[in-house]
């Protein structure tokens, strides 16, 4: 039988494409995620515009300099520590020589019993062969005694001082331990303020550094102009006071020569004789004192002069370099005055005086923490060493916040 033809129609295969599940979702994944990213990062920071850098900089340059009078306090107390110590030192070797040869007398005398026995006086006495001997005996042996007891006195007294003094060497060394701990904190802070300030200047850019040029010369103009103010006013007053003294000096004269007139020449010399010591003194007096300082601050101004050019170097007080309070002291140094070390102790030095009656070789302290010092110098301007990277220089006293002045002599 004929095998029939199927009548069905071949099925025919279709290809059915299924998307990448994989792929599409890793795509997804990574746009949400940088979406997500975009959205919760934190906005750059604002670079700071420049007068706050330069605040932060001034800023930063005042805490170094208070760190360095914290680093010159230390130093100084260090060095007198180290001096004290070295003396106590010195005489604790000399009181144990003492000691020792207290120990050495000693010994002699214990020797010498141990030779003679220890015979008990009784018996001494009855084995004499002379009894006037045994009482001659007994006075040396008395007198041996004393002296030995003076010696063991002398062994303890000296015993005794030493261990005092021993005491006091190590107490003043732990005090020179801590000071020198103090001192490398502060020359550590001092070095950190600067690295933070190069820091801040470093990331500047050309334009950014020009910037901060024109506003340190436009504080300096600012600072300049009140010193300019200040000094008119001071000559003002100059002015003043001088022509008062004028006008005092002739209504004396009139005075004498109406009281006078009419007396004789007897009585005229009797009056001008009483009012010349009168003047004489009231004027000597003031013009000597103040012709004392101004000799001594003619001394100071020419030697902070001399030292204009010389780097600012913390804890430096010469001859090569200084930092504010080196200056100060040094200067003052040349006109016979010691002043202390730090801008916090040289404040306290003679006596206050108003910014407006300042006069050449006073001294001006800036800023709350009293960090700063300069020299006056007449005009409303001062000599001082400024900070590190500027050289001592003459510079308005309005530069810096003024805390106060005093005249050290």
């Known amino acids: 039988m004929p095998v029939l033809a199927s009548h069905r129609k071949p099925r025919t295969k279709v290809r059915t494409t299924t998307p990448a599940v994989g792929f ?6 990574s746009v949400t995620l940088l979406s997500t990213q975009s959205a919760t990062a934190a906005p750059a920071e604002p670079k700071p515009a420049i007068e706050d850098v330069q605040k932060k900089v001034d800023e930063l340059y005042r805490q170094a300099g208070s760190a360095t009078q914290q680093y010159n306090r230390a130093k100084a107390a260090s060095t007198a520590q180290r001096t004290k110590v070295d003396t106590l030192l010195s005489d604790v070797a000399k009181r144990t020589e003492k000691i020792n040869e207290a120990r050495r007398e000693l010994g002699a005398f214990a020797a010498e019993q141990y030779r003679t026995g220890g015979i008990a006086p009784t018996a001494t006495f009855f084995l004499a062969d002379d009894p006037q001997a045994y009482f001659d005996q007994s006075r040396l042996m008395s007198r041996s005694t004393e002296r030995q007891q003076k010696a063991v006195d002398d062994f303890r007294t000296q015993q ?12 003043s060394l732990e005090s020179l331990t801590e000071t020198q701990t103090t ?32 506003l340190e010369r436009k504080k300096e103009a600012e600072a300049k102009e009140k010193a300019e103010k200040l000094a008119r006013r001071q000559a003002a007053e100059a002015k003043e006071r001088e022509e008062r003294k004028a006008a005092e000096k002739k209504a004396r004269e009139e005075a004498a020569k109406e009281s006078g ?3 004789g020449s007897g009585s005229g010399s009797g009056t001008g004789t009483g009012t010349s010591p009168g003047s004489g003194t009231g004027t000597g007096t003031g013009t000597g004192a103040d012709s004392s300082y101004a000799a001594k601050a003619e001394k100071v101004l020419a030697f902070a002069r001399a030292q204009i050019g010389k780097p600012y170097v913390w804890g430096a007080s010469g001859p090569a370099s200084y930092d504010c309070s080196g200056l100060t002291q040094a200067a003052w140094r040349e006109a016979g005055v010691t002043l202390p070390r730090t801008t916090w102790d040289q404040v306290k030095v003679g006596t206050r005086v108003a910014t407006s009656d300042l006069q050449p070789g006073d001294l001006v302290f800036f800023y709350d923490d009293i960090s700063h010092v300069g020299i006056y110098k007449g005009d409303g301007m001062m000599i001082h060493a400024p900070k590190p990277g500027a050289n001592v220089r003459e510079e308005s006293i309005y530069y810096m916040p003024i805390y106060g002045s005093v005249r050290p002599a």
Request: proline share 0%; aromatic share 0%.
């Open 183 to 214: 001192l490398r904190s502060s020359k550590q802070k001092v070095q950190n303020k600067l690295t933070e300030a190069r820091s801040l200047l470093a990331k500047l850019t050309a334009e950014e550094k020009a910037r901060l040029a024109e």
């Open 261 to 263: 007139g009419d007396s």
């Open 160 to 171: 005794a001082a030493a261990s005092k003094k021993r005491a006091e060497a190590v107490q």
């Open 24 to 29: 599409t979702t890793a795509a997804l994944a």
